[in-house]
């Protein structure tokens, strides 16, 4: 087993931590913050007090499991990487689009699939990537904050994109071992998304992965 870290920010981290825990080969995941310019920031903080802080969720991996590249093209697929400091109606630096980097094997892989991305979009990709800084866990309730709820995902793109996880692992060769539960959405119904959603992941789930996985290019 060769454990590593990743470190993102794509928004609001109780969703992203929901699409990451899914992907085999993922040992542990915590969500806090990070690249901001307090210590040990607490939630209040970094919404209201100007840290600098984003939302972040640092991802444990065996890498003779699953590869950065799949880590990436889950990253791309569950936010919108052309927005500014905000993900849909979630407006703030906390929740702007960032990769942070632990060597320069993670940094040359963010930066060519960041720039495979850019190739396929018309609006510029604002992802951020740099060395990652201190790490500062979140308080204990933001932990696995969906999955003690019952519910996989915030949003149906985000439970969509956790469902190309059967895809990824078809085109990467790193198939998950069992079958994820379908997700549960949000809302007074909480209504499974659709059994068309559950057969085949999202358009840009398919995409990210053609163009971050190296198994993918043919």
């Not at 928004?11 to 915590?30: H, I, K, M, N, P």
């Not at 632990?102 to 699939?113: L, V």
């Not at 998304?193 to 996985?213: E, K, L």
């Amino acid at each position: 087993m060769k454990e590593q870290k990743a470190l993102f920010g794509a928004g609001c981290f109780w969703g992203v931590e929901a699409a990451f825990r899914r992907l085999d080969g993922v040992s542990q995941t915590r969500v806090g913050y990070a690249g901001g310019r307090t210590e040990n920031p607490s939630y209040q903080e970094v919404c209201y007090d100007g840290t600098g802080h984003a939302e972040v969720v640092e991802v444990t991996y065996d890498a003779d499991a699953i590869p950065y590249e799949a880590l990436l093209a889950a990253f791309w697929a569950e936010h919108d990487p052309t927005q500014l400091n905000r993900q849909g109606p979630d407006v703030g630096d906390q929740y702007r689009s960032a990769i942070f980097v632990y060597d320069e094997a993670q940094r040359r892989a963010a930066e060519a699939s960041r720039d495979r991305v850019q190739a396929r979009l018309t609006r510029p990709v604002v992802t951020q990537i740099e060395d990652a800084p201190a790490f500062w866990e979140a308080e204990d309730y933001h932990q696995r904050y969906l999955e003690k709820r019952g519910l996989a995902s915030c949003t149906a793109r985000l439970a969509a994109a956790s469902w190309g996880v059967l895809f990824l692992g078809q085109v990467c060769g790193h198939r998950p071992q069992t079958r994820p539960e379908p997700p549960c959405l949000p809302g007074p119904n909480r209504s499974r998304i659709s059994s068309r959603s559950r057969r085949r992941p999202s358009r840009a789930f398919r995409a990210a992965v053609r163009w971050t996985c190296p198994r993918s290019a043919a």
